[in-house]
């Protein structure tokens, strides 16, 4: 299984906002044509498990979740979950001193279920259902984000007497960022969190501090997501603090905590920019100390929600090629998945990198798009990219930058069901998520 790689770097972090490799740190380029991921062989893990698969480099993993806490030293990096979610990835996250944040009692019970521990979990959502605060009740979360009005009485009614669930009041500071409308939740006129304009914010921070058995402790914004650098997170914390002094002002209390969200950007392509968190914290920090110094407000312990930054790099998407035709001018490279493992195109319009594995090809490269094997003829997985003219059935590509947002979004379109996860590290390979089968499909259709 494995191949005479070079040994593993720790993970380049590139200047802000400076071009990012696209490949984990451990990804070597044999003469071969294959390409090796934590020591193995991407080609043999395609023969091994099948395909498509997603494979997800460990040490990649631990070195984007160091990387955070390095840059934050005293603050709190939780993990936001829904960006991808496996039971191993949940004992990495907790060997890394990371926190969790989950939005539904089923990413909640699999991480009480892994044994991650529930005062490290923030609980999200914009419409959390009954069983969500019970849930997160029953397992003890450390905080629950308040996302509405409303929410507040009916969290607080769950709450057992004599005990107080710890909170944070989400708010929408009116700052523009994310790499696509579907994902700026920063700014008014979108379904997340309660605007610091018009006074909703404060508002709903009265009604928390109305109840007794709710603890306010901070403030928690997101602003979207593929955000590529600092100053929109410096405008939010502008912000933020300015509502901290007026709360301090009109209530006399000092929330000691501030969560400004993930959505820190990492590359897709060969060039595109990345956010770096020393950067990112070196400036942040630093405006934060500086607005509370102007309102004579303690500096409040800061909380990062990275999803994507995190597992985003360190996985691989393998598919094999099942057709390639020529129509209309153009060539379609047909392989084994599409939008069912992977709906970020079809969604957002994003852009991949792929890449031949397995053999090397002295064919010129030509222009293809790689479409996946669903019944939409939008089901692209990669628009207009080189390959070399050669690729033909059979053939093993790889897609990086693929552990974020792929099978955590990932549907049972036409019932091809859901591809394993395979993770890698030190030369060794263990399947961590099996394969969807025809059969569980079946399983849950129990009509007649
Ligand atoms: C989605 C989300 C995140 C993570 O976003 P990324 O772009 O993956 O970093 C963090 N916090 C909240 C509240 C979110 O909704």
């Known amino acids: 299984m494995?191949?005479?790689?070079?040994?593993?770097?720790?993970?380049?972090?590139?200047?802000?906002?400076?071009?990012?490799?696209?490949?984990?740190?451990?990804?070597?380029?044999?003469?071969?044509?294959?390409?090796?991921?934590?020591?193995?062989?991407?080609?043999?893990?395609?023969?091994?498990?099948?395909?498509?698969?997603?494979?997800?480099?460990?040490?990649?993993?631990?070195?984007?979740?160091r990387?955070?806490?390095?840059?934050?030293?005293?603050a709190r990096v939780?993990?936001?979950?829904?960006?991808?979610?496996?039971?191993?990835?949940?004992?990495?996250?907790?060997?890394?001193?990371?926190?969790?944040?989950?939005?539904?009692?089923?990413?909640?019970?699999?991480?009480?279920?892994a044994g991650f521990p529930g005062d490290r979990?923030?609980?999200?959502?914009?419409?959390?259902?009954?069983?969500?605060?019970?849930?997160?009740?029953?397992?003890?979360?450390?905080?629950?984000?308040?996302?509405?009005i409303g929410e507040t009485a009916r969290l607080a009614a769950l709450v057992p007497a004599g005990a107080r669930q710890k909170v944070l009041v989400r708010v929408v500071p009116g700052v523009e960022a994310g790499a696509h409308a579907a994902v700026r939740t920063g700014v008014e006129g979108q379904k997340f969190g309660l605007?610091?304009?018009?006074?909703?914010?404060?508002?709903?921070?009265?009604?928390?501090?109305?109840?007794?058995?709710?603890?306010?402790v901070g403030l928690h914004c997101h602003l979207g997501s593929q955000i590529p650098s600092a100053e929109p997170y410096v405008t939010a914390v502008r912000r933020l603090v300015a509502l901290l002094?007026?709360?301090?002002?009109?209530?006399?209390?000092?929330?000691?905590?501030?969560?400004?969200?993930?959505?820190?950007?990492?590359?897709?392509?060969?060039?595109d920019p990345a956010l770096d968190p020393a950067a990112w914290a070196g400036r942040v920090q630093r405006e934060l100390a500086l607005c509370c110094a102007h309102e004579d407000l303690p500096v409040p312990r800061l909380t990062v929600e990275p999803g994507r930054w995190i597992t985003g790099p360190a996985g691989v998407a393998l598919y094999r090629v099942l057709a390639v035709k020529t129509t209309g001018g153009r060539t379609f490279v047909a392989v084994d998945g599409g939008m069912s493992d992977n709906p970020r195109p079809a969604l957002y319009g994003v852009r991949y990198t792929?890449?031949?594995?397995?053999?090397?090809?002295?064919?010129?490269?030509?222009?293809?798009s790689v479409v996946g094997r669903h019944c939409e003829a939008g089901d692209v997985l990669a628009q207009d990219i080189a390959l070399p003219g050669d690729v033909r059935p059979g053939d093993v590509l790889a897609v990086p930058a693929s552990g974020a947002y792929h099978l955590s979004m990932a549907s049972a379109y036409n019932l091809v069901g859901r591809p394993p996860v395979v993770a890698v590290a030190d030369g060794r390979a263990r399947l961590v998520v099996r394969r969807e089968t025809a059969a569980d499909l079946r399983a849950r259709d129990v009509g007649e």
Do not use: M
Not at 38 to 55: I, N
Not at 67 to 74: E, H
């Open 67 to 74: 990387a955070w806490r390095a840059a934050l030293p005293g």
């Open 245 to 271: 002094a007026r709360l301090r002002d009109l209530h006399g209390v000092t929330l000691p905590e501030l969560d400004l969200g993930g959505g820190f950007g990492i590359a897709y392509r060969a060039g």
């Open 354 to 368: 792929v890449r031949l594995v397995g053999r090397a090809s002295r064919a010129p490269l030509r222009p293809v």
């Open 195 to 216: 605007p610091i304009a018009g006074g909703h914010a404060e508002g709903a921070v009265a009604r928390v501090l109305g109840q007794r058995r709710l603890e306010l």
């Open 121 to 148: 979990v923030l609980l999200h959502g914009n419409a959390k259902s009954p069983e969500d605060l019970r849930a997160a009740l029953r397992l003890g979360v450390g905080r629950v984000v308040i996302d509405s």
């Open 2 to 65: 494995s191949l005479p790689l070079a040994p593993a770097a720790p993970p380049p972090l590139p200047a802000e906002p400076g071009p990012a490799p696209v490949w984990p740190a451990s990804a070597a380029f044999p003469p071969s044509g294959d390409v090796g991921v934590g020591g193995v062989s991407l080609a043999e893990l395609a023969d091994r498990f099948g395909t498509p698969c997603y494979v997800l480099d460990e040490a990649e993993v631990r070195a984007r979740a």
């Open 78 to 113: 939780a993990y936001a979950a829904k960006a991808f979610l496996s039971r191993s990835l949940i004992r990495w996250l907790d060997e890394e001193e990371l926190s969790l944040d989950v939005c539904s009692a089923g990413e909640l019970e699999l991480a009480a279920h």
